[in-house]
């Protein structure tokens, strides 16, 4: 039997609107689109597949559901925040005046943001 061990995984992101996020991810985020079918619209980022599902009742969870890794999150945040995208505050972590959580010890930080649908995204250099 073979296991999934060195399978490459696809994500699959909902949304109640697909051209609305087809141009989130695309247009803000610039991920590059590979093909749209009937099903979804399919990106590509860091050689995984992106899902994007139209799911006309879905709604969106209140955690984190898709991470980015990034070289250096202050220099994403700073790029993303020019294409209109709005950093999250969590009351719970002590953040930055830019959103930006350090992790104890100093060396992880993550930012989180919201995609059209509501979907919780974050960036992090780890």
Known sequence: METLEFATPAISVCTRDRGRSIAFYR??????????????????TGGITLRIATVADFTPHGHTMLGFCVPNVAETVRHLRARGVTFERWPHLPQDESGIFTLPGGKIHVAWFKDPDGNVLSITDV
């Open 27 to 44: 247009n803000t985020l610039g991920l590059p689109p590979e093909r749209e079918d009937e099903l979804a619209a399919v990106f590509r």
